[in-house]
């Protein structure tokens, strides 16, 4: 042991330093015993009754002076390292902190679809608070800011929250989508997780005030611009929140339960639209259509709730003679959320029954196949429409049928 490490362990526990001394001459003493009585055999042929006697006599002294080395090196190990372990210690308890938290995955129990209902009638949902001191420090302090050089910051942290929100939006998404393509699903995830989408979260809940950054990074909002480009400032911030999410899961026992609802109320503010747009037309549809043709059965009811809007549109106002088509309308526009992917707009048209060309339903999407499904979507929702389409549908199909009972008699009689 090197006299400096020696010097900070005998001033953190002098008791501790006696204790090992008395042990060891303990286990010398008991050893020398052993060895002057063994003197007397050392010309016997072999071992025998005495030998094994004395072994056993002044074995009943060594090995409880060995264990007690044995106990006094562990404890000694825990005390240096806890000295100098990397996370730095704000008092003298030991808290959840001081120790790496166990990590959870989070329960499909607890993460359940999203509904209108969970998107918040005003502001944002409350910031759920990090309950270890330790963390929280850390998770709002730069590297380049701490006391030590091994002193905790938010780079781990940040790199644990980004695992825990890809996860959770995951799970969200893919409860409450059930019908979307893999491809549009991960663009709804991406939207959750990206550094714009986190970096204004940090701000909004005024996060960033709370950081302690080097100055180029501007996080406080000070008069006179920032140093660092804003695309770095934008990500540092992302950063930040995702430094924060898992401070605060790991933080307590019960971290986790309280940080999956608020992101669930907070994410729902972001995909409130697609929220609202899942839930809000197709209730209404299959118990509109789904009985139209006298079947109640359950069986038929949960078949048509899997059928394509398309299917379900052409089921309820399709005949014989009658074309709905679907077309492009105007030319293919940049998503507002990305500024990137194309964004398409198509209506369906119906002719037949008299109508030609009418417009029943606009639905866009990012592809082509999707906003065709939301057209038939909008259509279906268009009740007036429809239900007139419907009864002349039965009209003409009564004439055809009489018609057909008509021609049926002539060729009978005569």
Same mark, same amino acid.
């Given at each position: 042991m090197s006299k400096r490490s020696f010097s900070e362990f005998a001033s953190k526990g002098a008791t501790s330093v006696s204790q090992i001394l008395e042990h060891a001459d303990d286990l010398l003493k008991a050893a020398e015993a052993l060895k002057k009585d063994l003197e007397t055999f050392r010309d016997a042929p072999e071992l025998n009754d005495q030998i094994i006697s004395v072994l056993k006599r002044h074995n009943k002294e060594i090995l409880?002076?060995?264990?007690?080395?044995?106990?006094?090196?562990?404890?000694? !190990? &825990?005390?240096?390292?806890? @000295?100098?372990? =990397?996370?730095? =210690?704000? $008092?003298?308890? =030991?808290?959840? /902190?001081?120790?790496?938290?166990?990590?959870?995955?989070?329960?499909?129990?607890?993460?359940?679809?999203?509904?209108?209902?969970?998107?918040?009638?005003?502001?944002?949902?409350?910031?759920?608070?990090?309950?270890?001191?330790?963390?929280?420090?850390?998770?709002?302090?730069?590297?380049?800011?701490?006391?030590?050089?091994?002193?905790?910051? %938010?780079?781990?942290?940040?790199?644990? @929250?980004?695992? %825990?929100? %890809?996860?959770?939006?995951?799970?969200?998404?893919? *409860?409450? #989508?059930t019908n979307l393509s893999a491809g549009r699903c991960s663009q709804l995830r991406e939207r959750l997780i990206k550094n714009e989408t986190l970096s204004n979260y940090t701000v909004q809940y005024g996060i960033n005030k709370r950081t302690r950054f080097p100055a180029e990074f501007d996080l406080h909002g000070r008069i006179g611009g920032s140093q660092a480009s804003q695309n770095a400032k934008k990500? &540092?911030? /992302?950063?930040? #929140?995702?430094?924060?999410?898992?401070?605060?899961?790991?933080? $307590?026992?019960? /971290?986790?339960?309280?940080?999956?609802?608020?992101?669930?109320?907070?994410?729902?503010?972001?995909l409130a639209h697609e929220i609202r747009a899942e839930t809000r037309v197709q209730p209404n549809l299959l118990q509109d259509y789904s009985n139209k043709d006298g079947g @109640?059965?359950?069986? *038929?009811?949960?078949?048509? *709730?899997?059928?394509?809007?398309?299917?379900?549109?052409?089921? !309820?106002? @399709?005949?014989?003679? !009658?074309?709905?088509? %679907?077309?492009?309308?105007?030319?293919? +526009? +940049?998503?507002?959320h990305t500024g990137k992917l194309p964004w398409y707009t198509v209506g369906v048209f119906f002719d037949g029954f008299g109508e030609r060309n009418l417009q029943l339903g606009v639905g866009s999407a990012f592809s082509k196949k999707e906003a065709g499904a939301n057209a038939a979507r909008a259509a279906l929702g268009n009740k007036s429409v429809i239900k007139g389409l419907q009864k002349k549908k039965e009209e003409s199909l009564k004439s055809a049928q009489l018609a057909e009972s008509t021609q049926q008699e002539y060729d009978n009689w005569s």
């Open positions: 409880p002076a060995a264990e007690s080395l044995t106990r006094d090196e562990a404890s000694a !190990v &825990v005390k240096y390292e806890s @000295g100098s372990r =990397k996370i730095q =210690k704000l $008092d003298g308890s =030991k808290s959840p /902190g001081d120790e790496p938290a166990a990590l959870s995955i989070p329960s499909p129990v607890s993460l359940t679809r999203w509904t209108p209902d969970d998107i918040p009638s005003s502001g944002l949902p409350k910031l759920p608070p990090v309950l270890n001191p330790v963390l929280e420090q850390a998770a709002l302090t730069h590297s380049g800011m701490t006391a030590k050089s091994t002193d905790m910051s %938010y780079e781990r942290l940040e790199w644990i @929250g980004d695992a %825990y929100l %890809y996860l959770m939006a995951t799970s969200f998404i893919y *409860q409450t #989508f990500k &540092v911030l /992302g950063d930040v #929140f995702e430094s924060y999410v898992a401070a605060a899961i790991l933080g $307590d026992s019960e /971290g986790l339960a309280r940080v999956s609802p608020w992101l669930k109320s907070l994410w729902s503010i972001t @109640g059965d359950d069986n *038929q009811t949960s078949a048509k *709730q899997d059928l394509n809007p398309k299917v379900l549109l052409s089921q !309820v106002i @399709g005949a014989k003679g !009658v074309k709905i088509s %679907y077309n492009d309308i105007g030319e293919p +526009k +940049k998503d507002k």
